[in-house]
Nanobody, 126 residues
Framework: QVQLVESGGGLVQAGGSLSLSCIAS????????IGWFRQAPGKEREPIAA????????NYADSVKGRFTISRDNAKNTVYLQMNSLRPEDTAVYYC???????????????????WGQGTQVTVSS
């Protein structure tokens, strides 16, 4: 089992940058793929990016490709989401989630992820 805590959210102007962190506790963090998702008020949870256990493979939603970068440091039990060129439509609560075993890999289907953090708010002003 793994516990996840997100941090780094906040208020930023359009065009600005933020870096989110997802810190994990528990066993065998390096065996989990990690995904980032977001949910805006009144909208469904949207997949953003995922990274496999070794950090060699990543996957991005079209909406953030070229602007967001996911990375991980297994020695620090941390996954990062660097967000550049932020837009007002990026405003949402951002969640990280973990999956392993049968669903290892970088697919961004929320139902594959067993463990979720509590989320961090990102607000982009125009």
């Amino acid at each position: 089992q793994v516990q996840l805590v997100e941090s780094g959210g906040g208020l930023v102007q359009a065009g600005g940058s933020l870096s989110l962190s997802c810190i994990a506790s528990g066993r065998s963090f390096s065996t989990y793929s990690i995904g980032w998702f977001r949910q805006a008020p009144g909208k469904e949870r949207e997949p953003i990016a995922a990274i496999d256990w070794g950090g060699r493979n990543t996957n991005y939603a079209d909406s953030v490709k070229g602007r967001f970068t996911i990375s991980r440091d297994n020695a620090k039990n941390t996954v990062y989401l660097q967000m550049n060129s932020l837009r007002p439509e990026d405003t949402a609560v951002y969640y990280c989630a973990a999956k392993s075993g049968l669903f290892a890999g970088t697919a961004l289907f929320p139902w594959q992820y067993s463990y979720w953090g509590q989320g961090t708010q990102v607000t982009v002003s125009s």
